[in-house]
């Protein structure tokens, strides 16, 4: 069984950073894509930012592209993301999520395509 476990969420004004970081239990780790997506009130979950199995492909949204990178260390098993330059329309539920179909290209934007999902953690930007 996979166990995804989101931490670093919090409160920070316009123009502040956040790390977000995901820990992952269960076997195969690094044979997965893994994602950020978000989700605010009244609005669809979006997709944020992926990473693929080795660590050597991302693809960003265009709405946090040059602010927000994604990055992972497969000896530990996590997964980050690490968010500058925040804006108040960055305020969401930040998700991790795993890629289903290990080693992929690891640019799926689909919520769909991922099977595993931790419990959220909140990000709050205020202005």
């Known amino acids: 069984q996979v166990q995804l476990v989101e931490s670093g969420g919090g409160l920070v004004q316009a123009g502040g950073s956040l790390r977000l970081s995901c820990a992952a239990s269960?076997?195969?780790?690094?044979?997965?894509?893994m994602g950020w997506f978000r989700q605010a009130p009244g609005k669809e979950r979006e997709f944020v930012a992926v990473?693929?199995?080795?660590?050597?492909?991302?693809k960003i949204a265009d709405s946090v592209k040059g602010r927000f990178t994604i990055s992972r260390d497969n000896a530990k098993n996590t997964v980050t993301l690490q968010m500058n330059n925040l804006k108040p329309e960055d305020t969401a539920v930040y998700y991790c999520?795993?890629?289903?179909?290990?080693?992929?290209?690891?640019?799926?934007?689909?919520?769909?395509?991922?099977?595993?999902w931790g419990q959220g953690t909140q990000v709050t930007v205020s202005s």
């Open positions: 269960g076997r195969s780790f690094s044979a997965y894509s």
């Open positions: 999520a795993r890629r289903g179909n290990p080693y992929n290209s690891g640019d799926s934007t689909d919520r769909r395509d991922y099977d595993y």
């Open positions: 990473v693929n199995w080795s660590g050597g492909r991302t």
